[in-house]
């Protein structure tokens, strides 16, 4: 294992990771909000570290192979998510504690959404900024990562993309790809986030909101600057915006890249895609399905505002966003299960979504398929085919192997919680919630995970990074096989 | 498809079956409790039945193949089970409505032991000791299955014993073997239920009681003559004789059948075993960590006493028997949710307990295991030995694949009850209980489930079903492949 290289990349990241600082200072100062020496604490502090653990190794710039690269993604999630919680350690308001800075650190930069600070909407206007700063940039690091990171490290069946999509990673190069795609995936990105900002301006936010919405719903992170979420604008053209701006960050952004590049704008792309089509069928029967049973319990005064909510809600659970609005609790509890079940599968791979990803539920249903008619046929040869060519045995058994990993860790976070004396319907659903990036939960963490306890906190914490780093990643590094020369 | 035959055998079967109706209505005659006639007249509905189902199809005898082994396995539970309710349905004590009694008659059968009657120690002897009639045959007939059928069809990767295992069933030809294999297992069975009964007779237990148990015991059914279940004995002894009998009950029968025909006992068969030795680790992990949790509340009054209802209730809850103590209630929540989730695990392939089986558990961490090794090592090949010999793809696929089919029976049957208007807990707890044909459940279910409507009692019928029939068995017939000729 090459640790001093690696040790240098850490310490090039925690330093480029310290400018994040800067503009929630520069926020400070424009409100005047008192807060603006907490992330310049912060960008020193997280400068420094940063030099301390590049300089010694400045000159050590070894060939990565696969091995070191799940090494790497872990560090840079739990170290900028570390470091990503100085700012909310220093503040004076929120006053928080390590613990809370950690989680709420972990869960913007994971965008799971989840929150553990009350009234939001008297809080700095730096901090709020910072938080969906940090979600965005999150998502940004979400895409890069599931585009080009783990089709190369072979993620749970991910590396189907390498060949499948008509994306820009095509060959299982690591290094030279990377930065190449990064870049643009990385406009495609900032000019969908500038589309949402203006959208959500025009349609009534203020500027401020406006920015800040359109990170975390691009970044399909979930945090808003007020307790009561989007409900607080109650507005359906924003609600439509947000649907509209969380289905197209729920779609691989290979998808986007190929359909901008060709000279103009080809949504025939789209429409080629399997994913992308089982994405929108999941949308609209969940939206279905909300909508005929509030209608029939009569919460909503009209078929307009039932339409409204349901797809609002819809399309915010289930692409793993989390956004709310103010009624969503007093919805029956069979549809706010639902949703949570629907978030296990989430957007496409590729996308700032959380969950499984729907690929991989699109396999598991081939697969499943499969075994059946086998046990009918027994000595008959099916294959698996996805749009023209046959899938391989090595990526059927990684989606096998991803789902059942997916479900021990849900099993074991869950069975932790209980252990720490958490009720089962907080348990089951802040798991769900954390495991699948989709922040709000049911029970106790109805409206905030602020009551859980320290522990229960943590546990939700490494769920959160089991999720976001597609579970492997993470598991890998715990078997003796990974360190063993 | 031969229709004809299958319905020869369907018909030969029930009037078989009706034969079962005979030893309650002679209980009945013997304690004259008066529900003599509820059996007589099912004796004679169901032979009847039976024969016009057969008298027309006498003559038909074609050979039979894998595929018309699904239906006549699925046939036998569903027809059986429909017969079986009719002397719940005549009955005049308890009155019960048709959903109750088909409840009720699929919970024996399928050994869940899940009961929708209150009041046990009032009612009629026959009544009760029909009740347990019917999951003795219930376990046998689970037995049958999975030593003798199962792995001829293949069904979730059980096709393993057909080669592994040092018993009856080794080649592939269906039914010359079975009857061969149904009478010595037969003989065991017996022979365990009687060891079972005269235990639970000198432990203190009138010879009625002792009798019932035995066969709840030794089917892993879990149906009590005491709505107090085992807590009713308040014996030490009587609950260690029932771990016992269990443990021994939870064995692969293969296991039991290759000890016994080497001449005299041979206990190293079990210790060759590495589905045995999981199992015995699975109930000594579970004691110790409900001794530690009880001991620590101060639930119980001393060690002894501690241990005694650990151990109880550890190896009850996850070999999938389900009785019950009385304090198991005032546990703290998380180890009854602990020991719900080790009933997925269950006892062994071959066996009369539910779950998945510890052999498919075993091969899940195998198989995961290999899924990490190779993403350390992506060009590198991998096997998985079960003793010494390499698992075909076939069996990997057939495992992975029945893990996924398993979850989404549960999510589906979860959102059925839910949907339905029941609330969390229960439905959790339910779907469990009654998929991995456990019996006794939590929240509204926690001492029986007459309180739940027709409809969920109709969805955990089913669930029941698709535990006991390994989920394939039934699913498989809901494609249109299996229906094509
Ligand atoms: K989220
Ligand atoms: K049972």
Same mark, same amino acid.
């Given at each position: 294992?090459?640790?001093?290289?690696?040790?240098?990349?850490? !310490?090039?990241?925690?330093?480029?990771?310290?400018?994040?600082?800067?503009?929630?200072?520069?926020?400070?100062?424009?409100?005047?909000?008192?807060?603006?020496?907490?992330?310049?604490?912060?960008?020193?502090?997280?400068?420094?570290?940063?030099?301390?653990?590049?300089?010694?190794?400045?000159?050590?710039?070894?060939?990565?192979?696969?091995?070191?690269?799940?090494?790497?993604?872990?560090?840079?999630?739990?170290?900028?998510?570390?470091?990503?919680?100085?700012?909310?350690?220093?503040?004076?308001?929120?006053?928080?504690?390590?613990?809370?800075?950690?989680?709420?650190? /972990?869960?913007?930069?994971?965008?799971?959404?989840?929150?553990?600070?009350?009234?939001?909407?008297?809080?700095?206007?730096?901090?709020?900024?910072?938080?969906?700063?940090?979600?965005?940039? !999150?998502?940004?690091?979400?895409?890069?990562?599931?585009?080009?990171?783990?089709?190369?490290?072979? =993620?749970?069946?991910?590396?189907?993309?390498?060949?499948?999509?008509?994306?820009?990673?095509?060959?299982?190069?690591?290094?030279?790809?990377?930065?190449?795609?990064?870049?643009?995936?990385?406009? =495609?990105?900032?000019?969908?986030?500038?589309?949402?900002?203006?959208?959500?301006?025009?349609?009534?936010?203020?500027?401020?909101?406006?920015?800040?919405?359109?990170?975390?719903?691009?970044?399909?992170?979930?945090?808003?600057?007020?307790?009561?979420?989007?409900?607080?604008?109650?507005?359906?053209? =924003?609600?439509?915006?947000?649907?509209?701006?969380?289905?197209?960050?729920? =779609?691989?952004?290979?998808?986007?890249?190929?359909?901008?590049?060709?000279?103009?704008?080809?949504?025939?792309?789209?429409?080629?895609?399997?994913?992308?089509?089982?994405?929108?069928?999941?949308?609209?029967?969940?939206?279905?399905?909300?909508?005929?049973?509030?209608?029939?319990?009569?919460?909503?005064?009209?078929?307009?505002?039932?339409?409204?909510?349901?797809?609002?809600?819809?399309?915010?659970?289930?692409?793993?966003?989390?956004?709310?609005?103010?009624?969503?609790?007093?919805?029956?509890?069979?549809?706010?299960?639902?949703?949570?079940?629907?978030?296990?599968?989430?957007?496409? !791979? !590729?996308?700032?979504?959380?969950?499984?990803?729907?690929?991989?539920?699109?396999?598991?249903?081939?697969?499943?398929?499969?075994?059946?008619?086998?046990?009918?046929?027994?000595?008959?040869?099916?294959?698996?085919?996805?749009?023209?060519?046959?899938?391989?045995?090595?990526?059927?058994?990684?989606?096998?192997?991803?789902?059942?990993?997916?479900?021990?860790?849900?099993?074991?976070?869950?069975?932790?919680?209980?252990?720490?004396?958490?009720?089962?319907?907080?348990?089951?659903?802040?798991?769900?919630?954390?495991?699948?990036?989709?922040?709000?939960?049911?029970?106790?963490?109805?409206?905030?995970?602020?009551?859980?306890?320290?522990?229960?906190?943590?546990?939700?914490?490494?769920?959160?990074? /089991?999720?976001?780093?597609?579970?492997?990643?993470?598991?890998?590094?715990?078997?003796?096989?990974?360190?063993?020369?």
């Amino acid at each position: 294992m090459q640790y001093r290289t690696i040790i240098r990349i850490t !310490g090039l990241l925690m330093g480029l990771f310290s400018i994040t600082m800067l503009p929630p200072a520069l926020v400070a100062i424009f409100y005047n909000d008192g807060e603006g020496m907490a992330f310049i604490k912060a960008f020193v502090v997280s400068l420094l570290l940063g030099f301390c653990l590049w300089y010694p190794n400045r000159y050590h710039k070894a060939d990565l192979r696969t091995r070191e690269g799940f090494l790497i993604v872990v560090l840079f999630w739990t170290v900028l998510g570390s470091i990503g919680s100085l700012p909310f350690i220093f503040a004076n308001n929120p006053d928080m504690s390590w613990t809370d800075s950690f989680f709420e650190s /972990f869960s913007a930069l994971t965008t799971t959404g989840a929150t553990v600070i009350v009234g939001l909407d008297d809080l700095p206007k730096a901090i709020l900024f910072y938080r969906h700063l940090l979600q965005w940039l !999150g998502g940004m690091g979400i895409i890069v990562l599931a585009v080009a990171i783990l089709p190369v490290l072979g =993620i749970g069946g991910m590396q189907l993309y390498r060949a499948e999509i008509p994306g820009p990673v095509k060959d299982s190069k690591m290094t030279p790809r990377i930065a190449e795609t990064a870049k643009a995936l990385w406009y =495609i990105y900032l000019f969908l986030t500038l589309a949402c900002a203006a959208a959500f301006w025009f349609a009534g936010m203020s500027a401020f909101d406006a920015i800040c919405h359109s990170f975390s719903t691009i970044a399909i992170g979930g945090f808003s600057t007020h307790d009561a979420s989007m409900g607080y604008f109650n507005s359906p053209v =924003i609600n439509l915006i947000c649907v509209v701006f969380l289905l197209i960050s729920a =779609i691989n952004f290979s998808l986007h890249f190929a359909a901008v590049t060709n000279k103009g704008f080809n949504l025939k792309v789209y429409l080629k895609d399997a994913e992308f089509k089982v994405l929108i069928a999941v949308q609209l029967i969940l939206t279905a399905i909300c909508f005929f049973v509030l209608f029939q319990t009569n919460i909503y005064d009209s078929a307009e505002e039932t339409l409204d909510h349901a797809l609002f809600q819809a399309v915010s659970v289930s692409t793993t966003a989390g956004f709310g609005t103010e009624s969503f609790h007093s919805w029956p509890l069979f549809l706010p299960m639902l949703l949570i079940f629907s978030s296990f599968i989430g957007g496409c !791979g !590729g996308s700032t979504a959380g969950g499984m990803k729907v690929i991989r539920i699109i396999l598991l249903v081939l697969q499943g398929s499969r075994e059946m008619k086998r046990l009918v046929h027994p000595r008959a040869v099916f294959t698996i085919k996805i749009g023209n060519s046959v899938l391989p045995d090595r990526v059927i058994d990684a989606v096998w192997g991803f789902f059942s990993a997916y479900a021990l860790v849900f099993i074991v976070s869950m069975l932790a919680l209980m252990a720490f004396g958490v009720d089962e319907l907080t348990a089951f659903s802040t798991v769900a919630a954390c495991l699948n990036n989709l922040g709000p939960a049911l029970g106790e963490a109805a409206s905030n995970y602020a009551t859980l306890g320290d522990g229960s906190k943590w546990v939700l914490l490494i769920t959160m990074l /089991f999720g976001r780093l597609e579970v492997f990643t993470l598991l890998v590094l715990l078997t003796p096989t990974f360190w063993k020369n």
